[in-house]
């Protein structure tokens, strides 16, 4: 049986086995062993927990389910909510204000949890009702929560960018500062949106009041004075604090990955406890069964996609069609475009994780083979997938807004994010016109690298 037979059989029994609704993990897992059973040695399988175990058995992996225990921390109490407050009481005088608070409070979220999904389910449980109660749309609030999440697999620490950087074996701390500019353009695109999509709900709520006499609260603004905006810092300081810490102990070389994450968490725990009295073993539980969950679900992924890319690469498919793809000889920016176009498909059926664990064999050789930056390859494949977060049919993110604002039909939902994906869209445009916006934080702090 030839390799390009073996490999479209391994594809196509993995995608079979996705479709049936089988969990990722099993059915990676599942997919690999039945391989190994068939065309490879029966010594191979006495090793498969081995090579597992060994694969799992990374120091830069261990950062994961850490960081996982911070994001709960500060996720599953108020921090996420007085976070919110806070931003919305300096912008709310800004047209738009309310909607870039929203952006700016799930930009600073993601950068403490590192986690999409907690970053929704924090901020969106607080500032979708916020919004709709002043006169927002609740497809424009779903959409600019659920688009504000995907900046938790971009912002350090993002636990996606830890996956990639172990897998392309590259510098995770030089990863880490090439997403900020990125995110940065992110944020500032979402808050240009935010303020024109802002004014057009205006103009409609005024037409609206002008002939029916029906007011709605977008055309009424909420006045604070100072005093009431500097009541609510003290709550949010020390975790912008912890934030900073973090930031400084991993990018001034003080802690690696793992030791930041763990500081990271003790101190989170530590705050939450302090400002919110969250100590008791009640209440300290929710927090680590969270973490345990969506560690070992994380950890299991991972593992058996290491199992499915160890099969692959024993049996030649990755290798072969790496080679296929160089032997096409596509410019190097079309070679980009097909590989991006491949991540977008993906996303519609599979979560980051998976995608980069799966791909990751096929489509770096060639990539560094036509001369790209990994570095900089990894923050446009990470906003790829920030797409896939808001986009059906899997649409992580949308499915999380649904929990949160169940009444907000699933239609608005979509027509509410689908601007965002346009605007991550031209977000990649402009990083492959101009790289440095993701190269040039990490060069600057950390010197220039033999690409």
Not at 258 to 287: C, D, F, K, M
Not at 334 to 360: D, E, H, N, Y
Request: charged share 10%; hydrophobic share 55%.
């Amino acid at each position: 049986m030839s390799t390009g037979t073996v490999g479209a059989a391994y594809g196509v029994a993995t995608l079979v086995l996705m479709f049936t609704g089988m969990p990722i993990a099993f059915a990676l897992g599942a997919t690999a062993i039945v391989f190994m059973l068939a065309l490879m040695p029966l010594a191979a399988l006495d090793v498969v927990t081995q090579n597992v175990y060994q694969e799992l058995a990374s120091i830069t992996l261990l950062s994961i389910p850490l960081f996982i225990l911070k994001g709960a921390a500060i996720g599953r109490t108020r921090a996420g909510a007085d976070l919110y407050g806070a931003v919305h009481a300096w912008m709310n005088r800004i047209p738009g204000g309310l909607g870039m608070a929203n952006v700016f409070a799930c930009a600073l979220f993601a950068a403490m949890a590192g986690s999409s999904p907690a970053t929704c389910s924090a901020i969106g449980s607080a500032g979708i009702p916020e919004m709709r109660m002043r006169g927002y749309s609740g497809g424009f609030a779903a959409g600019i929560i659920a688009a504000g999440g995907t900046l938790g697999i971009l912002l350090p620490p993002s636990i996606t960018m830890i996956i990639y950087a172990v897998v392309a074996e590259q510098s995770l701390g030089r990863l880490f500062l090439a997403g900020v500019g990125p995110a940065l353009l992110l944020v500032a695109l979402f808050c240009l949106y935010c303020a024109w999509r802002y004014r057009i709900e205006f103009r409609l709520a005024q037409k609206a009041s002008n002939r029916h006499g029906v007011r709605s609260a977008i055309l009424d603004r909420e006045p604070f004075t100072m005093a009431q905006r500097f009541q609510l810092l003290p709550r949010v300081l020390p975790f912008v604090l912890l934030l900073t810490g973090v930031m400084i102990a991993l990018y001034g070389g003080f802690a690696t990955p793992s030791e930041t994450a763990g500081l990271g968490a003790l101190l989170a725990l530590a705050l939450v406890g302090t400002i919110y009295g969250v100590w008791r073993p009640r209440q300290v539980t929710p927090i680590l069964v969270a973490t345990l969950r969506e560690s070992t679900m994380l950890m299991f992924i991972i593992g058996m996609s290491l199992l499915y890319a160890y099969v692959m690469s024993y049996l030649h498919i990755s290798q072969s069609t790496a080679q296929w793809i160089v032997e096409l000889q596509l410019s190097r920016w079309l070679l980009l475009a097909m590989i991006l176009l491949m991540v977008v498909v993906l996303g519609f059926f599979l979560p980051p994780v998976s995608i980069i664990l799966m791909t990751a064999p096929v489509i770096l050789p060639p990539l560094r083979a036509a001369g790209f930056d990994l570095i900089w390859f990894g923050i446009v494949m990470t906003i790829v997938m920030e797409m896939g977060l808001i986009h059906p049919p899997v649409g992580l993110n949308i499915f999380v807004i649904r929990n949160v604002a169940p009444d907000i039909p699933l239609r608005d939902v979509v027509l509410g994010v689908l601007p965002f994906v346009a605007l991550m869209t031209v977000a990649v445009f402009v990083l492959c016109l101009a790289p440095p916006i993701a190269t040039w934080v990490p060069d600057l702090l950390l010197g220039d690298r033999i690409r």
